[in-house]
């Protein structure tokens, strides 16, 4: 399957090229010919997570990859579960966070890296990513000591929590970390500028691990299929209609998967994006404005977006219907609603942390009694340990993988937000 540029629509590209090179021309993003349809969704939700796995992406990639090499490929990426937790009778988190660092970020990082390991096999590559918390954590993890790959990862400075700088700036060996003297969306604009640089591009083999790079997404689209598995399992086949995702939402990347997961025919009824503060999206929805105020810094700040990298793609699916119009539908929860939204939660014996309590919050506004509703827990609470512990008032323990990077030395540089300034450093280091 070939692969084409939204905003430059002759330009293709496989599988392999688009993951190499992560943006097309004119910053525009990639997207599937076709989307394929798998008319087997029963045997598939019978299947174990890798198999299926394989059986999920392989027509996105068999131009490039073979059975064997893609089963290789999730095999490795794919070795910590997705869990189904019930919270209520018609509400469920899918836990997402029991990879190495945490987060579901851990997925769609560790599966782009045996990717591009497997692609670029003579050429020296450099990895440029922005993140605001979780990303870097996953990317520099998922790439660490692989040979031929040099990691670059910008970060808003002061803007993440001391844990989250831990896990992905005292690694050292081939991930480099720069602290940048602004938000995230300057770290994301400075990365949007490198890859306008023809001559910087092609001389450090330039490419982006964020959430816009085409594997990520495909790789997310499993941990869809392994949520209505787990749920068949549990409930039988009697509900498949009734299922609504409640996606917390950043760069909607997250929710771009699980559009794919509904337009490959696996039964969700629909989704609802839930938001933090930074509401462009749930506004744009409201009154068809796309109008972005300036980010806010949030307790649920891996989502602190304001423009929204992903949503050229869930905008292309809605407008060409590969997914009926109606079946986004996005709110806003603000920082009170997502405290006290933690402490009911708690009631209810589960503890949480912002991010999944903003889609929980977004459930009850958004779904009805009827509908099974089903949150995705984006991260463990113990990365935000800090708000979880004011929130809830009690105290929660640091997982080994936390633990363990937590008394490390933080190498990062400090930048100012400026692309020349990056530039410089980009090429005098490669
Ligand atoms: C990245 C992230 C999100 C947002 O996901 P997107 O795919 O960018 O919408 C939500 N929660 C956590 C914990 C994250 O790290």
Redesign the pocket.
């Known amino acids: 399957m070939k692969f084409y540029n939204l905003k430059e629509n002759d330009e293709e590209i496989s599988f392999a090229g688009a993951v190499k090179q992560g943006l097309g021309k004119n910053q525009g993003l990639f997207f599937p010919e076709e989307i394929p349809q798998l008319n087997n969704i029963k045997e598939l939700l019978a299947m174990p997570l890798v198999e299926r796995s394989v059986q999920v992406l392989f027509p996105f990639v068999s131009d490039d990859l073979t059975k064997d090499e893609l089963t290789d490929i999730v095999t490795s990426a794919f070795n910590f579960p997705a869990q189904i937790q019930p919270i209520s009778e018609n509400r469920a988190i899918l836990e997402l966070f029991h990879g190495p660092t945490l987060?579901?970020?851990d997925f769609g990082a560790r599966f782009m890296a045996k990717c591009l390991q497997s692609f670029s096999k003579d050429k020296k590559i450099t990895i440029l990513t922005a993140t605001?918390?979780?990303?870097g954590a996953a990317v520099a993890h998922a790439f660490h000591g692989i040979d031929n790959i040099r990691v670059v990862i910008m970060y808003p400075k002061g803007k993440i929590s001391l844990l989250q700088e831990k896990m992905f700036t005292t690694l050292g060996g081939n991930i480099e970390t720069i602290a940048v003297e602004g938000d995230f969306d300057d770290c994301q604009a400075l990365v949007k500028k490198s890859f306008d640089d023809e001559e910087l591009k092609n001389t450090i083999g330039l490419n982006s691990a964020n959430?816009i790079n085409i594997s990520r997404l495909l790789a997310q689209i499993c941990y869809y299929f392994e949520a209505v598995a787990q749920l068949t399992r549990q409930k039988g086949t009697a509900d498949l209609d009734n299922i609504v995702f409640s996606?917390?939402?950043?760069?909607?990347?997250?929710?771009t998967a699980g559009l794919f997961a509904k337009a490959m025919g696996l039964p969700i009824k629909r989704f609802i994006a839930a938001t933090n503060e930074n509401d462009t999206v749930p506004r744009y929805l409201e009154t068809g404005e796309w109008s972005p105020n300036d980010t806010v810094a949030t307790i649920?700040n891996?989502?602190d977006?304001s423009n929204?990298n992903?949503w050229p793609r869930v905008e292309h699916m809605l407008k060409s219907e590969i997914v009926d119009k109606d079946c986004v539908s996005s709110v806003s929860i603000d920082e009170q609603q997502t405290q006290i939204t933690m402490i009911g939660l708690a009631k209810l014996g589960y503890i949480s942390e912002p991010?999944a309590a903003v889609a929980f919050k977004a459930l009850q506004y958004g779904a009805n009694d009827n509908e099974f509703g089903v949150f995705l827990g984006?991260?463990h609470p113990a990365k935000f340990k800090d708000v979880v512990e004011s929130t809830l008032g009690q105290p929660i323990a640091l997982p080994k993988e936390l633990a363990d990077c937590a008394t490390e030395t933080t190498l990062s540089i400090d930048m100012p937000a400026d692309f020349a300034k990056l530039r410089e450093y980009l090429l005098a280091n490669a």
């Open positions: 987060a579901f970020k605001s918390g979780d990303t959430s996606v917390p939402s950043g760069n909607f990347g997250n929710l649920s891996a989502m977006v929204p992903n991010h984006t991260a």
